[in-house]
Nanobody, 116 residues
């Protein structure tokens, strides 16, 4: 059974850092793309960052230079390092795994709150 489990969210002050983790089971290797999305209250879910295969990540313009996505195939995990956090980064962060010709898989989400 495919499952994504996120962790690492929390409450942080402006300018602080958090590191999110997404563990993919049974194996990250069956997915060609894994990414992080977020949804703020009253807003649509949006892409934050995504990594495909061994390529470098794709980032939303709003997080470029502050966030870094990385993929650890040995540990079946994708991390999102978030630095210089801003209040507008607040939201529910979801992990999403994709592979061709199949329905994407989502995690349950982890809350990130940045206080000013």
């Amino acid at each position: 059974q495919v499952q994504l489990v996120e962790s690492g969210g929390g409450l942080v002050q402006v300018g602080g850092s958090l590191r999110l983790s997404c563990v993919v089971s049974p194996s990250i290797s069956i997915f060609n793309a894994v990414g992080w999305y977020r949804q703020a209250p009253g807003k649509q879910r949006e892409l934050v960052a995504r990594v495909r295969g061994g390529a470098s990540g794709d980032y939303a313009d709003s997080v470029k230079g502050r966030f870094t996505i990385s993929r650890d195939n040995a540990k079946h995990t994708v991390h999102l390092q978030m630095d210089s956090l801003k209040p507008e980064d607040t939201g529910l962060y979801y992990c999403k795994a994709e592979r061709p010709f199949d329905v994407p898989v989502w995690g349950q989400g982890t809350q990130v709150t940045v206080s000013s």
